[in-house]
């Protein structure tokens, strides 16, 4: 089942989210939030378990792993877009 799942040493793989697209990218801010990209939805969004999916991006044809770096405005997200060839810099606010 596609989904975000949780790993605990010993343990089996728990699913955290309700059935997700194709997922690729994936990065956890320091709220405990995830930055993760979808192939299905074509987009980068952001999830945690009270709201869900949030998109944050959407149009991304090819969109893969990407780069996260912290800077004073917050986060930037360097996000290739593998079918279109380019790359997207998305500034996050903090």
């Known amino acids: 089942k596609r989904a975000i799942y949780k790993m605990a040493l010993g343990q089996?793989?728990?699913p955290i989210s309700e059935p997700?697209?194709?997922?690729?990218?994936?990065y956890e801010m320091?709220?405990?939030?995830?930055?993760v990209t979808d192939w299905v939805t074509t987009s980068l969004f952001q999830w945690n378990k009270k709201m869900g999916m949030h998109k944050l991006v959407d149009d991304i044809k090819g969109p893969a792993d990407f780069c996260v770096v912290p800077n004073r405005e917050?986060?930037?997200?360097?996000?290739?877009?593998?079918?279109?060839?380019?790359?997207?810099?998305?500034q996050l606010g903090k």
Not at 20 to 26: E, N, P, S, T
Not at 30 to 35: E, I, P, V, W
Request: glycine fraction near 16%; charged fraction near 25%; avoid cysteine.
């Open 12 to 14: 089996d793989p728990q």
């Open 20 to 26: 997700l697209g194709l997922l690729d990218g994936l």
């Open 30 to 35: 320091k709220n405990g939030d995830l930055l």
């Open 74 to 90: 917050g986060l930037l997200v360097v996000q290739p877009d593998l079918v279109k060839g380019e790359i997207r810099f998305i």
